[in-house]
Each structure stands twice: as C-alpha cells, then as structure tokens.
C-alpha cells in the first residue's frame, strides 16, 4: 500500500486544512489524496487509522457537497486495502480533471495572448498592484477579528483570485467577485473594515478600466461604486 511514519505520530486533517478546501469539489478531492499520499508512516497500525480517516473525509465532502461518488464507497466493511484502492481510484480521477483544466486554462490564456479571442488587458503596473493589493488584504484578514471560518475561506479566494491574474485575462469576476467578500468583511467588523474597503475599491477599479478599454469606452468613463461607499446611498 502506501510508505509507512513512527508510531505515535500524530495524523489529523486540521481545520484550517478542510476549510481551506477548494470550492471546485474534484479539486478539493485531490488536495485531500495529496495530503493523504504526502504523510510517511512506518506502521501499519496508524496507515489503517489514517485510511480510515481520510475516506471519512471524503465520505464527509461527498456528502456535504453532493460529490458523486461510487456506490461502493458507501459499502459495509471495506477492508483498509480496498479504501486505499478507492481513495487512489479517485486521486488519478481528480488529477486527470485538473490536469484537463489547466490544459483548456492554458489553450484560452495563450490564445488570447495571441490575440485570438477577447480579452482583458492589464499593464505590468496593474498586475504589481493588484498582486500587492491582495497580500495586503490577506495580512489584514490573517490579524483580522473575523470569525476563523470565514476567515479561511475568504483568504482562500484572495489566492484563487491572485493566481489568476494575467496580462491578458477573459475574464475579469473574480476581482468583482471581491465586492461581495468585502461585505462579509464590512458586516463583520463594522468600521475596522475600511482599510479593507479601500484595498477593494482600487481592485474593482483596475478591474473597470481593462473593462471599459477593452469595451473601447472612452477613458472617462467611471463605475458606480456606490457599494463600496464609506456611507450606503439613502
């Protein structure tokens, strides 16, 4: 089976680690696997119990997330041998689906960087401020009083959303997509959310300008960012 640590050594999924999952379900499957693989244990004792484990986790995601999963997940006593031939089944089915992902990611990002299909475009300025904008906010959320789930799933999206940023993008909602991430925040913390705020405020609106250049509005044209505002519109 798999490369077995000392006995004793402790083997848990923490919180932090299953709340930072991935929202995409296959690909939270496979950081479950990768975790599950990645630990060494030198007993057999301890690999049954962190089988036993990481099938209940993904038992746990299947079930919480209606992940298909084969029926024979749900059967009466699997042996350990065969939850470790499953969970390695749906490790090679989750990386074929990412490994599929980042290839059609990449055919999109290099055509549009060909010029082939639209596209939005960003400066080398707006991509160092944005990418500096994000680990900003994610300092302030890491020290922030916000309750730790949503502090880890927030946090997770700014990675998302900082890993997506390109010269030429074809899609620009996950920068919007901040505005409703930084209500959460605002909801929260009530006034100790303005920092956060304006860190958004400038995101969405490097966000606008590829936008409306790419739409080849005039430069002048502004967005309502009303939303963002220090004072809600009577």
């Known amino acids: 089976m798999h490369q077995l640590a000392g006995k004793g050594t402790p083997m848990d999924y923490e919180d932090e680690f299953v709340m930072g999952l991935s929202d995409d379900n296959l690909e939270a499957a496979w950081q479950i696997c990768e975790r599950y693989f990645a630990q060494t244990i030198y007993d057999s004792e301890s690999h ?3 089988i036993a484990k990481t099938f209940i986790l993904i038992k746990s995601l299947a079930s919480a997330r209606s992940l298909p999963l084969p029926n024979e997940w749900t059967a009466a006593s699997l042996t350990p041998e065969r939850k470790f031939e499953l969970i390695k089944q749906l490790s090679k089915v989750a990386q074929d689906y990412l490994t599929d992902r980042r290839n059609a990611e ?3 990002r290099f055509t549009a ?3 082939g299909t639209f596209a939005y475009g960003l400066s080398g ?4 401020r944005l990418t500096t904008l994000l680990d900003e906010l994610g300092e302030l959320l890491e020290t922030s009083k916000i309750d730790p789930k949503v502090r880890t799933r927030l946090i997770s999206r700014l990675t998302k959303v900082r890993d997506q940023i ?3 993008m074809t899609d620009v909602s996950g920068l919007y997509g901040l505005i409703g991430d930084v209500g959460i925040v605002r909801a929260s913390l009530g006034p100790e959310s303005n920092p956060y705020v304006d860190k958004v405020r ?4 490097i966000a606008w300008r590829a936008q409306a250049a790419a739409q080849g509005l005039p430069t002048s044209t502004k967005l309502s960012l009303s939303y963002l505002s220090e004072e809600t519109p009577k």
């Open 48 to 50: 049954e119990q962190w």
């Open 125 to 128: 300025a707006d991509i160092q």
């Open 166 to 168: 390109r010269p030429k």
């Open 202 to 205: 400038e995101i969405v609106e």
């Open 106 to 108: 990449d055919e999109e």
């Open 113 to 115: 960087l060909l010029g």
